[in-house]
């Protein structure tokens, strides 16, 4: 018996996809910054510093605005899934929600 978990899967993909986003947003900001801050610096060295941490920003936010439309490929993918499963099968689906509205009926009105 093989057992796979997609959801999972796409779950841990997910958050891995929210950290190196995380990342690129703070590279990105770091490296403005950085790039601020070394203005005044007219030598070679630094002009062609500024020119490398320039380009390699750039790259770092458009893969940023990639990830971005990935994740939300990514959900409008889980909801037309989760629209397809519901139309398949519509009575389970409607028997989950009444028994979830139960149970939230239920702890809401214990409190």
Request: aromatic share 4%; charged share 30%; proline share 2%.
């Amino acid at each position: 018996m093989e057992t796979n978990f997609p959801a999972m899967e796409n779950s841990h993909s997910r958050l891995a996809r929210e950290r190196v986003m995380a990342d690129l947003k703070a590279l990105a900001s770091d490296a403005e910054d950085l790039l601020k801050a070394t203005a005044g610096d007219v030598s070679d060295k630094a002009k062609e510093a500024r020119a490398r941490v320039t380009a390699a920003l750039e790259r770092a936010k458009s893969t940023y605005a990639d990830l971005q439309e990935q994740g939300i490929a990514s959900a409008k993918a889980a909801v037309k899934q989760a629209d397809d499963t519901i139309r398949a099968h519509p009575y389970e689906s409607i028997g989950i929600a009444f028994g979830l509205g139960i149970l939230i009926g239920a702890l809401l009105r214990r409190k």
